[in-house]
């Protein structure tokens, strides 16, 4: 079973659109984060959720919304797509302070 | 600006060579952790130490820190092809939620 998993896995869209990428754990983890990664692989936080509060919010347009139905979903809608918005976003949870953190596969976003 | 710059950005070495990588962070820590991402893939949890630990071992990697100097190391002893990959170091910061801040990384090729 996979323990974060992500989807969709690849997403190519127009810029203006809207879309979603949905997050789900099966770890039991309290916390869950978005990740952004760029074309020069820089990783840099997005958001932070613990049992379905919002923690963290970086610097983050607000045309990204996360939603957290439950602790064990992490949601991110992304309203108006820029070309700036590709990259690859990642899922991730983790269990408490100062441990470490699952990742999902990715999500690679294609603004075109 | 990010937090960890790893050196160096890239790395190549034979199959059987030890491979070290270097990381140095701006701000006091709660801990360091060493992330491993294959082409195209998630990031892979390998390590963490604490702010009050020095070394740590895990199979065949080797991970020091020197709070004084604000740097971690990674090594990997007899490494093997399987190894190539990034690694990242992520500071986890005295805040009060966990929040991993990544390095810029460090692309390892080990050749046969």
């Known amino acids: 079973d996979t323990a974060v998993s992500q989807t969709p896995k690849y997403l190519v869209t127009q810029m203006g659109n809207d879309k979603s990428i949905k997050c789900e754990q099966n770890?039991?983890?309290?916390?869950m984060y978005w990740y952004k990664q760029d074309s020069k692989k820089f990783l840099k936080i997005m958001f932070s959720?613990?049992?379905?509060?919002?923690?963290i919010n970086e610097t983050v347009p607000n045309r990204f919304s996360p939603k957290s139905p439950d602790k064990a979903h992490l949601n991110l809608h992304i309203n108006s797509l820029e070309l700036g918005d590709s990259a690859v976003y990642f899922c991730?949870?983790?269990?408490?302070?100062?441990?470490?953190?699952?990742f999902g596969s990715g999500t690679r976003l294609t603004v075109v | 600006s990010q937090q960890g710059e790893e050196d160096p950005q890239a790395l190549s070495i034979q199959e059987g060579e030890n491979a070290t990588m270097n990381c140095s962070y701006k701000?006091?820590?709660?801990?360091l952790q060493w992330y491993r991402q294959n082409s195209g893939r998630g990031l892979v949890h390998l390590i963490l130490?604490?702010?009050?630990?020095r070394e740590k071992h895990s199979g065949r990697l080797r991970v020091t820190l020197d709070t004084s100097k604000k740097s971690s190391s990674l090594l990997i002893t007899a490494s093997r092809a399987a190894d190539t990959a990034s690694y990242f170091c992520?500071?986890?910061?005295?805040?009060?939620?966990?929040?991993?801040?990544f390095g810029t990384g460090t692309r390892l090729l080990v050749s046969p």
């Open positions: 991730a949870s983790s269990q408490d302070r100062g441990v470490g953190y699952t």
């Open positions: 770890l039991g983890h309290d916390t």
């Open positions: 959720y613990n049992n379905k509060e919002l923690i």
């Open positions: 701000t006091s820590i709660n801990n």
């Open positions: 130490i604490r702010s009050n630990e």
């Open positions: 992520a500071t986890g910061m005295n805040t009060g939620f966990q929040k991993l801040v």
